[in-house]
């Protein structure tokens, strides 16, 4: 197992389209498992592979409160959406920052389960945003997309400055909502 690094915006490698995952052996199996590692540690809900350089369509979600319900998303589509809803988001490669998004209310997803399974899901609420998040992920988009162009320009120089300051990770107690 391993913590892999996760990219932080503005880096161009969270814009590349991610591919399908044609086959699912060990190599993919072990990307799950460093991926599910990644997340834990952080700690986040979910990690998208692109955010670890990692261009292929697989997202692990967990939104239990111990870290016991590991979910595993391969080629995921979401195939149906209903209504609208706002939430605070945050992201792993946008660290310390936090604002409110739209996204649709209720979703149906369909995807392959670690055993290469079709299985369609039915999500709400905070797991419906959270799938929604990643799949973006997957074609290239962050958060950040959906926010003005001013609260865009206010990410980045902030980010900028705490990679060049080489700042790892934000407290808690310095993150900002926009
Ligand atoms: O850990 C995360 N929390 C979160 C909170 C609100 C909406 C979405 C998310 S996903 C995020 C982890 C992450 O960046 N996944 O790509
Ligand atoms: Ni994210």
Redesign the pocket.
Same mark, same amino acid.
């Given at each position: 197992m391993a913590v892999l690094d996760i990219l932080v915006y503005p880096d161009p490698r969270l814009r590349q389209p991610a591919l399908p995952v044609s086959l699912l052996d060990d190599e993919i199996r072990r990307l799950v498992r460093d991926m599910a590692e990644t997340m834990y540690q %952080?700690p +986040?809900? +979910? =990690? %998208?592979a692109v955010?670890v350089n990692v261009p292929l369509r697989v997202i692990v979600i967990d939104i239990s409160a111990d870290q016991s319900d590991l979910q595993v998303f391969i080629n995921p589509e979401i195939i149906e959406r209903t209504g609208a809803t706002q939430? !605070? !988001?945050? *992201? =792993?490669?946008v660290p310390g920052i936090f604002a409110p998004v739209e996204r649709a209310d209720s979703i149906t997803v369909r995807s392959l389960n670690q055993d290469g399974e079709t299985v369609d899901l039915y999500a709400e609420g =905070?797991m419906s945003? *959270?799938i929604q998040? !990643?799949v973006d992920?997957l074609d290239g988009k962050v958060?950040v997309d959906y926010l003005s162009r001013l609260k865009q320009e206010r990410i980045r120089k902030r980010l900028q400055k705490q990679i060049k300051h080489g700042i790892q990770s934000t407290p808690v107690s310095d993150a900002v909502t926009l």
């Open positions: %952080a +986040g809900i +979910g =990690l %998208a955010q939430t !605070e !988001e945050g *992201c =792993l490669s =905070l945003v *959270c998040h !990643e992920h958060f």
